[in-house]
């Protein structure tokens, strides 16, 4: 039975409390979330041909160089020319985008590239959309190529569906053509932005109706080395201009979607926007970590200060005038900074203390948070906490764990202990990680049991987001994770739904509520005493207890508990001779205690729920 004080408040549920962390991983972000279809679209992979093939039909005589000289953008130097010095059916140049590409019959599609022929050689090229069984989605054509860099933009409608698609580009001339930024992207992303996010993907985000979103990693931040560490300014404007970097998991990131999406795509499903910036180190796991020297760091404590001015900044400042160029004048209220991911020890601590200082010293509305290291076995191994509550420098602590199903079961109280004086604490990555690591019923449920415990520690857990967020089919580092989805389609997992159920159906506060046993709710007072001698009844009864004695007193406590700890419940006609309580025949609706204490110690009484009509 559930008491349920509703003379009380109770704890406040966060209004913030279920939130999503985007990273990409497991190629949610290129080759997923962000539309862009064709991959190594301007040649920067370390192999510049990475994905891109060339096939020279026929008797032609052709070739091809990556050249640099002249680029239509410095920050992707790269770019491919083809030469074909004898011609007879032409070049094919194709791209196998994601493991392939998929399109949809009826769409529109976007096709855009960059070129030139420098001896004015080549005036046309041919594409299409086809697979290995020749089925063509859409072809056609761009003319009028100069001696200069041009862009050249299409819209096409697909006219079948297609899976396991390659963008090819068939030049049947004899010259010299330079390509570069080739792109293909659906019409129809989330709010048909160009650049934009691939909708059903978006959709499952905006189903969720998170209240925050962290961004945009992970280990994703930090980066193998200093050089790979994700810069945001790095992420912004055309997307000509911004350079490919490698991925911390495993492939190259075209930084297509960047901070100027992330910021938009948080509005969109009304989610505070939680920026994470590298805070002058790379990954710490291994024999990776690279460091920025202390004299060095204020170029990356910069950084922050100038990602929230360009989120909040008024039109008149350097960055804020930068993102209303970009289209938005108006803020992005960003209220959250998170410095470093996953980092500890004295090194995260003293670089972590500067960018506090110098955020709180000119926006000291800004919430900062500090991340504590991972967390193997569901404890925190650093010291972090003591840094921050010996300090003082910190408006949320983010913890990470991946533990077991078991693990959520049995840590449902975790927070029950927590100083509530000290900073509040921000779960940015959990999951219940099952047998074989498969999204499943099992750790989906065992994520549940734990969320509503979360709910009831609102006044120390501010927020959770489960991690990773995305998983494609057949090239994920990672599982389990929240929504898996291939180049046609998407699903959600159990755990996705646990969260839409709890955020959907989301209290304001936690009453206080006791959980009763019959102990202290009982139907009747059914027995009078047993106490010396015997005592018997036959009326059957449900759910008995022993309750309290004769004064009232409740016995049903753990000391008494333990008084009777040989004893047991079970159900049966129970019946008491010479003094020692015993058990006789058993039967559906009844109960028995049965132990062997001596009776003439106790005078008890019993009260139980009535087996109705009895
Ligand atoms: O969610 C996957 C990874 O787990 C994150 O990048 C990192 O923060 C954590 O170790």
């Known amino acids: 039975v559930l008491e349920i004080d509703l003379s009380k408040k109770g704890i406040e549920i966060s209004p913030n409390l279920y939130g999503i962390f985007f990273e990409d991983i ?34 032609d005589k052709a070739g091809y160089v990556i050249e640099k000289k002249d680029p239509v953008s410095t920050k992707n130097p790269n770019y491919l020319r083809i030469v074909i010095s004898s011609l007879d059916k032409g070049v094919l140049l194709s791209n196998q985008g994601y493991q392939g590409i998929s399109l949809k019959k009826g769409e529109y599609y976007i096709v855009t590239l960059y070129a030139r022929s420098p001896d004015g050689s080549i005036k046309n090229i041919n594409f299409e959309v086809s697979n290995r069984k020749g089925n063509v989605a859409f072809k056609d054509f761009i003319s009028d190529i100069d001696r200069k860099w041009k862009k050249f933009e299409k819209v096409i409608m697909c006219n079948q569906d297609i899976d396991d698609g390659r963008f090819v580009i068939l030049i049947k001339e004899k010259g010299t053509v330079d390509l570069d930024f080739i792109s293909l992207f659906p019409q129809n992303t989330w709010k048909e932005r160009k650049n934009g996010l691939r909708f059903d993907l978006v959709k499952w985000l905006y189903d969720l109706k998170p209240s925050f979103m962290r961004f945009p990693g992970g280990c994703l931040v930090q980066g193998r080395n200093m050089n790979e560490a994700y810069r945001w300014k790095f992420t912004i404007g055309d997307p000509l201009e911004r350079p ?110 500067k960018f506090y200082d110098a955020i709180k010293k000119k926006y000291p ?40 199903p078991e693990w959520f079961l049995n840590n449902v109280d975790r927070y029950s202990t927590y100083d509530r004086k000290g900073p509040k604490v921000y779960v940015g990555e959990y999951a219940a990680h099952g047998v ?18 979360i709910e009831k520690y609102s006044d120390i857990v501010s927020m959770i987001s489960y991690a990773p967020l995305f998983g494609k089919e057949g090239a994920s580092q990672w599982q389990p994770n929240l929504i898996w989805f291939n180049n046609r389609s998407s699903y959600a997992t159990p755990s996705y739904y646990v969260l839409k159920i709890l955020n959907e159906n989301k209290g304001k506060y936690v009453l206080p509520f006791k959980l009763l046993t019959l102990k202290d709710k009982a139907d009747e007072v059914i027995s009078g005493m047993i106490g010396l001698g015997s005592w018997q009844t036959s009326v059957e009864y449900k759910d008995l207890r022993v309750i309290s004695n004769i004064t009232g007193e409740v016995l049903y406590k753990d000391n008494f508990i333990d008084t009777l700890k040989n004893w047991t419940i079970a159900r049966g006609i129970w019946t008491i001779k010479n003094g020692v309580f015993s058990q006789s025949t058993l039967s559906e609706n009844c109960f028995a205690l049965t132990g062997d204490v001596n009776w003439s110690n106790y005078t008890i009484q019993v009260k139980a729920r009535k087996i109705s009509g009895r």
């Not at 279809?37 to 096939?55: G, K, V």
């Not at 500090?370 to 906490?385: E, L, Y």
């Open 244 to 353: 490919t970097i490698p991925n911390f998991w495993g492939y190259y990131q075209s930084l297509g979607l960047g901070f100027y999406e992330y910021f938009l795509l948080c509005e969109d499903l009304g989610a505070e926007p939680i920026p994470v910036i590298n805070c002058g180190m790379s990954f710490q796991g291994g024999s990776y970590t690279d460091m920025v020297p202390l004299d060095k760091l204020d170029e990356y404590i910069q950084d922050a200060l100038d990602l929230i001015e360009f989120a909040n900044g008024s039109v008149d400042t350097k960055w804020g005038s930068i993102r209303a160029k970009l289209g938005h004048p108006e803020p992005f209220n960003l209220k959250y900074i998170e410095i470093g991911n996953e980092q500890w020890g004295p090194e995260y601590y003293v670089r972590y203390e």
């Open 365 to 404: 509305y800004i919430k900062v948070i500090f991340g504590v290291g991972p967390s193997p076995s569901g404890k925190i191994f650093d010291d972090g906490w003591n840094w921050v509550k010996k300090t003082g420098k910190a408006d949320l602590v983010d913890e990470h764990y991946y533990m077991s």
């Open 436 to 453: 074989g690591r498969r999204n499943n019923l099992e750790a989906a449920l065992s994520e549940a049991a734990y969320l509503l415990n």
């Open 26 to 59: 497991n190629y949610a972000g290129d080759g997923g979330l962000y539309a862009e279809l064709i991959q190594n679209r301007s040649f920067e992979f370390p192999d510049p041909m990475y994905s891109w093939s060339i096939n020279v039909m026929g008797k």
